[in-house]
């Protein structure tokens, strides 16, 4: 007499347990996949944003430097 209860009629298919190891498994593989996804989008994201920064910030230094060397420029030849 076969007292093991199967989700299909045939034998040794899928019994509960191993169902519930299977989602549990699918559950924790799954947590992981969305953290690791949140992830890369915030180190993506901060990395447009740095280099955004980087990129304004050397704007304004090339901006400085053009108006110092001109200021000096004006200063050797005379002119203000």
Known sequence: MN???YFYKQKA???PFLM???S????????????YSLKLKT???LEKIYK????NKLIEVDVV????????????????
């Open 52 to 55: 955004e920064v980087i990129v």
């Open 13 to 15: 298919f899928i019994s």
């Open 3 to 5: 007292t093991k209860h």
């Open 65 to 80: 430097e053009k108006s110092r060397n001109t200021n000096h420029s004006n200063r050797i030849h005379g002119n203000r």
């Open 20 to 22: 519930i190891i299977f």
């Open 24 to 35: 549990l498994y699918l559950t924790v593989i799954s947590f992981y996949i969305t953290q």
């Open 43 to 45: 180190t993506h994201n």
